[in-house]
């Protein structure tokens, strides 16, 4: 199982990223998908997840109207599409999945958003 996180840059307040959350090893379309992330000097958190069903989603407040997970089941890839970031979406992002009860996470990729 192997989980690639990529998208990551350097953008300006009020851009956007795509991250892309590449994945190979198992069965893609069955399983639940989330982004977490770290920033500098915090603990890491829970942004947003996803299961099989593409309506079946959750974002955390901090991101909730500008953040958004979805999946495809044919490039058995992951993306959360972010835009009107701000400097305190700057950190670490990182995706993850739970298979056979192991948590399974990519490298993850920085974003940094500048004032």
């Known amino acids: 199982v192997q989980l690639q996180a990529s998208g990551g840059g350097l953008v300006q307040a009020g851009g956007s990223l795509r991250l892309s959350c590449t994945t190979s090893?198992?069965?893609?379309?069955?399983?639940?998908f989330g982004w977490f992330r770290r920033a500098p000097g915090k603990e890491r958190e829970g942004v947003s997840c996803?299961?099989?069903?593409?309506?079946?989603?959750f974002h955390a407040d901090s991101v909730k109207g500008r953040f958004t997970i979805s999946r495809d089941n044919v490039r058995n890839t992951v993306y959360l599409q972010m835009n009107d970031l701000k400097p305190e979406d700057t950190a670490v992002y990182y995706c993850?999945?739970?298979?056979?009860?192991?948590?399974?996470w990519g490298q993850g990729t920085l974003v940094t958003v500048s004032s």
């Open positions: 996803m299961s099989g069903n593409p309506g079946d989603t």
């Open positions: 993850k999945t739970v298979y056979k009860y192991r948590d399974y």
């Open positions: 090893g198992f069965t893609f379309r069955d399983y639940r």
